[in-house]
């Protein structure tokens, strides 16, 4: 263009990429070196002494005081750790994506916790940490696989899922419940599935509807889909998951309806149509992985279940008592001493 | 499948609440993409509004506070997203990316901070329903548009203002006109970029009150995911709506309308047995709004596109 | 470009691309203080967070193996965002084309009754590549031939397409074990094999061997040299005999194809089978990723880099400081504007 020749032109691009390249690659070498010159060195625990205190890392999906999934694993860490028998360290709403989630497992590893707890359904995640750190202890919730030293942890939500569609069977008036999911899981089917067998053994002709909503947080969804089924005459809900719990209590208060807490006890929410709340009770499940990890027992790992122990059905105290026939109630009450002993096995439908 | 119990007046009712918040937002877009700004910071915007909305009516006990945070909130974002793209005039594309971005890592950060440690999750009181006697008994039609929400009117009526304001107004034929041609707006006096800051003030504005809608008038709670990309159906529906403020609200209608629709059928075939698959479902509102974009595209190739639409104005160079 | 620049080519590149670093660097270390703000508001002291960040990212094999396993989604698709914005084509659709890809990949990988396991990883590669292709062909289509808006196009295909590959895991290969949405295991042997100290799987080499190739592609071939003049000026491209619309549609399929490889990767690489846990939010953060890049493939890499460090450095901060992890999501927000601001200034 200016009397320069192509040859120098290419010459002078190819020297300026050339330079470019080189700054930036320099750059980046001395950031690093001068990071690595100033970082803190992970602390690693002094695996000789005896731990008497577990040191325990919990991540969570969301956030403590969601009144549900975070907040009962939450609260049933920090039970533990009042009693003195853990360390806590917690990361509140964690990222979902596996690569970060194997991570951040991997980074409490390597900072010498010893059981790592992960409390979603993270299996691949808590198997590719656990590939590193075959000493250190990792749980996942929600069952599945199990192997060295990755354990799960059950929620056999679908058996007080049935013992709350007892109830419901002898709530509603028109014979249709209904129930709403986040996403088509195996969980939340079961859940589903067992509360209108629940309510059938009650009244036979029940029929029970459910939605997904295809979101595990849009609230303004799920209320319009627990409102279309509340037009499809449904009465009594059940909800599977953070956001549709949240949208069916909404859609409660609003149409005067009835319905059932998801994990967390969500009774105060709508104190006058809460029935109940099918709380999760992690407390027993991480008191055994934590005894476990302390005695060394955790390795081969286990798929952690206590049955009906990991849940509760929590009646609310200002439901009208009156909406529910006593009969039921005793009907319930029996079924639940049945399933506890195992004379009552409430149909695992996953599909 | 009980059909009446789908097709009944509630339908309506219930495809008007989901519609509500991406429609305020959907027809500020429409003013400022008239005004030739792509504002693809509207998730953002509205986000922030929710979250904005949310803190004021908590700590001020009001949901009325809530409601005026939640449009300052928009607000300001938009005016962020004017200094970006009106004032330094970068790439408006990457702006809006950046606006979201933006909003959405400071809403998880602040809702931490500021929730995040207490053990009881916060409750508000909500608007009211309102209900207008006479009206809302009749049969039919009263239910559905007479027995909402105050926002609701308030949407209405903010629609139909902008209307008004676009076509009716010097101040309107000032947008459209540095939309379509800004060389001239300016030739004839009129001053471009202080057109375009007010118009992505308005956008902003309303995306924050759509958010608004959501929490303040509708659930009275708020979690981080709560948008759940209404913001980015409302940028679709401008296109859809031809960028004309009143069809963009009837495309906000149409999507609302097919979620509940597609909610309901769920609900009364039985969900867990239904042979179709529930994600078809789920995409429906967006197979249905993308299918009518392209039909709407492809018919009018004489475009109704603001001519200007993305391209900043410099004064003395030719666009 | 200025007078200047049209006047002194040579002059005033070398001084623009000094401009270039110097903004980005400008831009990087307002970003830093900016995000000492937040770490302030949320109790924390900056210098030691950004201490315990850095060293934390690339302080140690531990560090860095963590980032490397980050970058590589951001940068394939990285890569092919910045090629596509180059020409003014905005993909938004990356995370769909990423979700699709890794469908049809894994899909092949899961069904294919090969045994030989190279030859199926690289089937499933290229299965990746049509599948994310594919995805963003559509998008690029309908722009081309209707002119309809590729942004919203491409954004409202990433609900589809999530839609369908949750219901693809959800039936046909669904893992009847499973307690989540995930289809079935991936057979071992093909998954991608790892660094011995890194814990980092190979399927980084793929991004890596695609920065000279995508370099090469936009700075020195035809195709690339009218993708450049498209970005700058689609009017004055056509006028110099440059087929828009093929472009375009081409523009699509690359980083459309790209993402998708980013997506089989990360199965083979990371998570051993199809679930929504796959990403989250990949194709927009690759999005900042090509833009802290200048849209360059050297500058993508480095960008790359960095974004991953601020997030595993950001985990091991929140670990020791005891910071919420949200702190990580703040900054990265804030960054993302003062690198626009530094980049007007960059072109001043």
């Known amino acids: 263009m ?140 929600g069952g599945g696989k199990v192997a060295n030293n990755v354990a799960t942890y059950e929620e056999p939500i679908y058996q007080v899922a049935y013992l709350a569609g007892i109830l419901a069977g002898g709530i509603t008036k028109t014979g249709v419940v209904g129930g709403l999911a986040g996403q088509d899981i195996p969980l939340c089917h079961a859940e589903l599935q067992a509360f209108i067998r629940g309510a059938k053994t009650v009244r036979s002709n029940v029929r029970g509807l459910s939605a997904y909503i295809g979101d595990w947080s849009d609230v303004a969804k799920a209320k319009e889909a627990a409102l279309a089924q509340a037009d499809s005459k449904a009465d009594v809900f059940i909800a599977c998951g953070d956001g549709p719990s949240q949208g069916m209590i909404q859609a409660l208060k609003e149409r005067k309806l009835s319905g059932f807490g998801y994990v967390g006890n969500q009774n105060s929410l709508a104190p006058k149509n809460m029935v109940g709340s099918l709380v999760y009770k992690l407390y027993p499940l991480f008191k055994l992985m934590v005894q476990d990890t302390a005695q060394g027992k955790f390795i081969p790992a286990k798929d952690y279940d206590v049955g009906l122990k990991s849940f509760q059905l929590v009646l609310n105290s200002k439901y009208s008592q009156a909406k529910v026939p006593a009969k039921v109630m005793a009907q319930m009450k029996s079924a639940q001493k049945r399933i506890a002993t195992g004379e009552l096995k409430v149909p695992y439908i996953a599909k | 499948m009980d059909w009446s119990a789908i097709f009944g007046v509630s339908l309506f009712a219930a495809g008007l609440r989901l519609a509500m918040p991406t429609a305020l937002a959907a027809v500020g877009e429409c003013f400022c993409e008239r005004a030739g700004v792509l504002n693809l910071g509207l998730e953002g915007m509205m986000l922030a509004g929710a979250f904005a909305s949310f803190v004021g009516a908590d700590y001020a006990d009001s949901a009325a506070v809530g409601v005026a945070a939640g449009i300052g909130a928009g607000v300001a974002l938009g005016a962020v997203m004017a200094f970006l793209s009106v004032y330094l005039k970068t790439e408006q594309v990457i702006n809006g990316i950046a606006v979201v971005i933006f909003a959405q890592g400071l809403t998880a950060f602040a809702y931490e901070k500021l929730y995040g440690q207490s053990g009881a999750s916060p409750q508000i009181t909500p608007l009211s329903n309102v209900r207008i006697p006479g009206l809302a008994s009749i049969p039919w039609l009263g239910p559905v548009l007479f027995e909402q929400n105050v926002l609701f009117y308030v949407a209405l009526a903010l629609t139909l203002g902008v209307w008004v304001l676009l076509y009716r107004t010097r101040f309107g034929l000032s947008v459209r006109a540095v939309g379509e041609a800004p060389a001239a707006a300016d030739a004839a006096a009129v001053h471009v970029d202080r057109v375009r800051w007010l118009a992505l003030l308005v956008c902003g504005g309303m995306a924050g009150l759509g958010g608004a809608v959501l929490v303040v008038g509708q659930l009275s709670l708020f979690n981080v995911g709560i948008t759940a990309g209404r913001g980015w159906v409302a940028i679709a529906l401008v296109i859809f709506g031809r960028w004309n403020p009143l069809l963009v609200l009837g495309g906000a209608l149409l999507f609302g309308l097919t979620d509940a629709l597609q909610l309901r059928i769920q609900a009364s075939s039985g969900g867990i047995n239904a042979s179709v698959p529930y994600e078809l479902f789920q995409a429906l509102p967006y197979l249905v709004t993308l299918a009518v974009m392209v039909a709407a595209t492809v018919r009018s190739r004489r475009n109704a596109q603001p001519s200007a639409l993305g391209v900043p104005f410099t004064k003395g160079v030719s666009q | 470009m200025t007078t200047v620049e049209l006047a002194l080519p040579h002059v005033s590149r070398r001084a623009g691309q000094i401009r270039t670093i110097g903004a980005t660097l400008a831009a990087v270390a307002l970003g830093l203080a900016a995000g000492s703000i937040l770490i302030v508001i949320a109790g924390g002291r900056p210098w030691s967070t950004y201490r315990d960040m850095a060293g934390g990212a690339y302080g140690s094999l531990f560090g860095f193996g963590a980032v490397l396993v980050q970058t590589a989604p951001l940068l394939v698709i990285g890569l092919g965002l910045a090629l596509a914005f180059r020409g003014r084509v905005y993909n938004i659709g990356a995370e769909g084309q990423f979700y699709i890809g890794a469908l049809a990949g894994g899909a092949a990988v899961i069904l294919l009754p090969l045994r030989l396991y190279p030859l199926l990883i690289a089937l499933a590669m290229v299965a990746g590549i049509v599948g994310g292709g594919a995805w963003g062909w559509v998008v690029g289509k309908l722009r081309a031939r209707w002119g309809v808006n590729e942004v919203i196009s491409s954004l409202l295909l990433n609900y589809i397409g999530i839609f369908v590959f949750s219901y693809a895991v959800r039936n046909p290969l669904r893992d009847p074990e499973a307690s989540s949405l995930a289809s079935k295991a991936v057979p071992d042997g093909s998954r991608l094999p790892t660094f011995p100290h890194l814990f980092t799987h190979v399927g980084i080499l793929v991004g890596l061997a695609l920065v000279p190739l995508v370099w090469y592609v936009m700075d020195r071939t035809p195709f690339g040299f009218r993708v450049r003049m498209m970005g700058l000026n689609a009017d004055a491209a056509r006028v110099a005999g440059v087929d828009t619309s093929r472009m375009i549609v081409r523009l699509m399929v690359i980083s459309g194809g790209l993402a998708g490889l980013a997506g089989i990767v990360q199965v083979l690489g990371v998570q051993g089978r199809l679930e929504t846990t796959l990403s989250q939010g990949y194709g927009f953060t690759a999005i900042v990723v090509a833009l802290l890049g200048r849209l360059r493939a050297v500058g993508v890499l480095l960008a790359a880099l960095f974004v991953s460090g601020l997030i595993v450095g950001g985990q091991a901060a929140s670990i020791d400081q005891g910071l919420p992890y949200a702190i990580v999501l703040g900054i990265q927000g804030v960054f993302v504007v003062f690198v626009l601001v530094a980049d007007r200034f960059a072109r001043a």
């Open chain 1, 2 to 141: 200016n009397g320069q020749s192509t040859q120098d032109r290419e010459d002078t691009v190819k020297h300026s990429a050339l330079r470019k390249i080189s700054l930036a690659l320099v750059a980046l070498v001395v950031a690093a070196a001068a990071s690595a010159a100033l970082a803190k060195p992970a602390s690693h625990t002094d695996s000789a002494a005896v731990q008497k205190k577990v040191k325990v890392g919990l991540l969570l999906p969301c956030a403590i005081n969601d009144h549900t999934w975070c907040q009962a694993a939450y609260s049933a860490a920090v039970r533990l750790q009042k009693e003195g028998a853990i360390d806590l360290k917690y990361t509140s709403n964690a990222p979902f994506d596996t690569a970060a989630v194997s991570q951040l497992m991997a980074q409490y590893a390597q900072r010498g916790y010893q059981l790592v707890i992960g409390h979603s359904a993270w299996q691949d995640a808590a198997f590719s940490a656990a590939g590193r750190f075959p000493k250190t202890a990792f749980a996942y919730a």
